[in-house]
């Protein structure tokens, strides 16, 4: 059993190289433009040291930091509906709150707005 479990892993390791070698082959593209890095909403073709936009910093900023209390939701969820005790179903909902609050006074300021009116 374990002859043909490794016989079965060299076979399909060679296979995989070949496959691999066959299919990497070089290819030269007449659109080079489309092949370059894009990243933090610069033009890939500008000037090295052009002013960074705040506002796209911002709105990176205030998604991480809304991400990560969404993403803390899910386990306080899950302890509310498992234990059912009334403090940890007031401390969801000051978390709520506190989420809540943080998102309409974002809105307000209007750091949330991509297109500024």
Excluded: N
């Excluded at 691999?20 to 610069?42: A, I, N, Q, R």
């Excluded at 000037?47 to 991400?67: A, N, W």
């Amino acid at each position: 059993m374990l002859s043909l479990l490794l016989y079965f892993s060299l076979g399909l390791g060679g296979i995989l190289l070949v496959v691999y070698y066959v299919t990497s082959f070089v290819k030269h593209s007449d659109h080079e433009e489309k092949m370059t890095p894009f990243e933090c909403g610069f033009e890939p073709l500008s000037q090295m040291r052009s002013p960074f936009s705040t506002r796209f910093f911002i709105l990176v900023v205030l998604f991480l930091i809304f991400d990560v209390e969404v993403a803390l939701l899910f386990p306080i969820l899950s302890l509310v509906v498992s234990f059912s005790s009334p403090v940890a179903g007031w401390a969801f909902v000051v978390f709520l709150m506190i989420l809540l609050f943080g998102l309409f006074h974002e809105w307000a300021e209007g750091a949330i707005d991509w297109v500024s009116s």
